[in-house]
């Protein structure tokens, strides 16, 4: 009976409807959403992060090789 993921969703809708109310979720959405979005963009800030260390290590290496 609750072999697909449909299943398992259909249920999760329906037990948060009963445990929260229908005037709560359009408020969880929205609050998960915008908690998604604030981690996308620390993930993308610390990505970019580590992609400038990366490229200022290497171009110190190069000058390092360079000097000697």
């Known amino acids: 009976m609750l072999d697909s993921l449909d299943d398992w969703l259909i249920i999760a809708v329906v037990a948060a409807i009963l445990f ?3 005037s709560k979720i359009p408020q ?3 609050s998960l959403g ?3 979005g604030e981690f ?3 993930r993308l800030e610390v ?3 580590l ?3 990366a490229a ?3 171009v ?3 000058t390092d090789r360079a000097a000697h």
């Open 20 to 22: 929260y109310g229908s």
């Open 28 to 30: 969880l959405a929205h």
């Open 34 to 36: 915008r908690a998604m």
């Open 40 to 42: 996308k963009k620390g």
């Open 47 to 49: 990505e970019r992060e």
């Open 51 to 53: 992609k400038q260390e």
């Open 56 to 58: 200022t290590a290497s």
């Open 60 to 62: 110190s290496s190069s």
